[in-house]
């Protein structure tokens, strides 16, 4: 089996995490988003597995080696000269996808989703209806802010529906997708839309089914969904692999730090709070529902919620920042400044307070 996962886009909504690596090789709990979806394919049997790629490309390229000597699985790149949309990078690397896939199967991932990857019941129930696509699907509080998906109770997918104003479904797609390799033949080799241009004609051919995601969904895409995430996968991890996390008189609720961090006793941390490598969080500290990626220096007696500081930051005495705020590579940031869901880009140096919502240092 192969995979094509769309790396795609520039990753604006994750700036300015954004502007060191392409959103895929950002960390999420403590390795690249990317790898969470690698580890799933290798999984379940996928043997090659194509990057569609448009953004920053040299940069993925470094990381393939590394990758494919790690996981053990043929990794290539297909790049687009021009953006193709959510269905045309899968016309663009058709003949990757069939070469040498006796199968005849292929996963396609959105690359800005995290779940718990459950793709072998996806495979097992893609199998059993024996038609062309399987989308996972994922159920939503609030079905009026998405389209959603009408099937069947086989899941066969009758309609897709935008934004509906009365409850007719919860179930929206999810990013997740198996296909067999004679849906490709459907994409015609210019930008198009899976969602809008394709997924209508299969379901109207009886060609595509729905299989509900057990487990947590989110795209953490942008800083506040990101965030959301973290929440996600450390009750996920709470429930299915509980030692990873940490344990502690000063540990508060689902925490995960790498082990080279180092972590004062007197600093308190949790809920919902993970440490990279490398992070030096000293004396005092409150650490809440916030990620420090590898390299950060939280000094004495500062407070950090909701908010992502990127990597090689080093955030000063008595300190306080929170409200969705995010800080690129080696920001630094003076003593007893205060940050309210504001953005620094790379490389700046904070030395007042910002106090105005959506701020943008630039």
């Given at each position: 089996m192969k995979a094509l996962i769309l790396v795609g886009g520039y990753g604006t909504r994750l700036r300015p995490l954004t502007f060191k690596c392409p959103k895929p090789l950002v960390e999420f709990a403590n390795k690249p988003i990317l790898m969470h979806q690698i580890e799933a394919l290798v999984k379940v049997g996928v043997q090659e597995i194509i990057l569609a790629i448009n953004y920053q490309p040299d940069t993925m390229k470094e990381q393939i080696n590394k990758l494919q000597d790690l996981y053990k699985v043929k990794i290539i790149c297909s790049q687009e000269t021009e953006p193709l949309g959510t269905a045309g990078p899968i016309r663009l690397a058709k003949d990757h996808i069939i070469k040498d896939n006796p199968d005849g199967l292929f996963f396609v991932l959105n690359s800005d989703i995290i779940c718990e990857f459950p793709l072998d019941k996806l495979l097992q129930f893609h199998k059993q209806h024996n038609h062309e696509g399987t989308i996972f699907v994922n159920e939503v509080d609030d079905p009026s802010k998405y389209g959603v998906i009408l099937a069947d109770e086989t899941g066969r997918i009758k309609d897709f529906i935008e934004k509906p104003q009365e409850f007719i479904s919860n179930k929206i797609n999810s990013g997740l997708y198996l296909f067999n390799v004679s849906m490709i033949?459907?994409?015609?080799?210019?930008?198009?839309?899976?969602?809008?241009?394709?997924?209508?004609?299969?379901?109207?051919?009886?060609?595509?089914?729905?299989?509900?995601?057990?487990?947590?969904?989110?795209?953490?895409?942008?800083?506040?969904?990101?965030?959301?995430?973290?929440?996600?996968?450390?009750?996920?991890?709470?429930?299915?692999?509980?030692?990873?996390?940490?344990?502690?008189?000063?540990?508060?609720?689902?925490?995960?730090?790498?082990?080279?961090?180092?972590?004062?006793?007197?600093?308190?941390?949790?809920?919902?709070?993970?440490?990279?490598?490398?992070?030096?969080?000293?004396?005092?500290?409150?650490?809440?529902?916030?990620?420090?990626?590898?390299?950060?220096?939280?000094?004495?007696?500062?407070?950090?919620?909701?908010?992502?500081?990127?990597?090689?930051?080093?955030?000063?005495?008595?300190?306080?920042?929170?409200?969705?705020?995010?800080?690129?590579?080696?920001?630094?940031?003076?003593?007893?400044?205060?940050?309210?869901?504001?953005?620094?880009?790379?490389?700046?140096?904070?030395?007042?307070?910002?106090?105005?919502?959506?701020?943008?240092?630039?």
């Open positions: 033949d459907r994409i015609p080799l210019k930008p198009t839309s899976i969602e809008r241009e394709i997924f209508p004609i299969m379901a109207k051919e009886g060609q595509l089914y729905q299989y509900i995601l057990p487990g947590f969904w989110k795209d953490v895409g942008q800083p506040k969904d990101y965030l959301a995430g973290t929440v996600l996968i450390l009750e996920s991890y709470k429930t299915h692999t509980p030692d990873v996390l940490a344990k502690g008189n000063n540990i508060v609720g689902n925490v995960l730090i790498d082990a080279s961090a180092q972590i004062d006793p007197n600093a308190v941390i949790g809920p919902n709070v993970i440490i990279g490598p490398d992070c030096q969080v000293k004396e005092g500290v409150r650490l809440k529902n916030c990620v420090l990626l590898k390299g950060v220096i939280i000094n004495a007696n500062s407070w950090i919620n909701e908010s992502i500081i990127g990597w090689s930051s080093t955030i000063g005495k008595w300190v306080r920042i929170e409200g969705v705020s995010v800080c690129g590579e080696d920001v630094q940031v003076k003593d007893e400044v205060y940050i309210n869901q504001s953005f620094i880009l790379p490389h700046r140096g904070i030395t007042s307070n910002i106090y105005n919502k959506n701020t943008v240092i630039m």
